[in-house]
């Protein structure tokens, strides 16, 4: 075992320190498209509640649209995007999977504020803020990823 690591407070006493882990740009992006898919499930659990949404969806109305086969499978190819972008961040080359991040995490922040123009309740405008902070965070990292030179490790 390792000696433990403390640091002084203010009246120079030793407390512990908190270890400092270096997590590669690889889980950041994993971890922050598990987060978006989290949110984008939860506002829509969230959106049964709201008085009519269930009349409407036992009408075959999602918002102003016809739930019908089309509906169904563009919804279901727009949410695998962020499944699949959580095995891209962890599984493809590190030029590439920056590209993708960037990308997809630019096109997903134009879709949660076109959706959320037409909506004006105060849950709905919530988890889109959340989810572009989240979208944010993606680019961030993605676009910051640290290069490595082609003698060096390969992409963090």
């Known amino acids: 075992m390792g000696e433990k690591k403390s640091v002084k407070d203010r009246d120079g006493k030793a407390r512990p320190a908190f270890e400092e882990l270096k997590i590669s740009a ?23 509640f709201k008085p009519g949404t269930i009349t409407d969806i036992l009408a075959g109305k999602a918002w102003i649209y016809d739930i019908d086969q089309t509906w169904l499978l563009l919804s279901l190819m727009l949410m695998t995007l962020p499944v699949i972008m959580v095995c891209v961040s962890l599984l493809v080359p590190a030029k590439m999977n920056r590209y993708a991040n960037i990308g997809l995490g630019a096109f997903h922040l ?8 037409g909506e004006i309740n105060a849950y709905y405008v919530f988890g889109t803020v959340v989810e572009a902070i989240i979208l944010v965070m993606i680019i961030w990292t993605a676009w910051k990823w640290p290069l490595v030179a082609r003698n060096g490790a390969a992409g963090n």
Do not use: N
């Open 110 to 117: 134009m879709i949660a504020f076109g959706f959320a123009a």
């Open 26 to 48: 690889r889980v950041k992006l994993a971890g922050l498209w598990g987060a978006v898919m989290f949110m984008y499930i939860y506002v829509d659990i969230i959106s049964f």
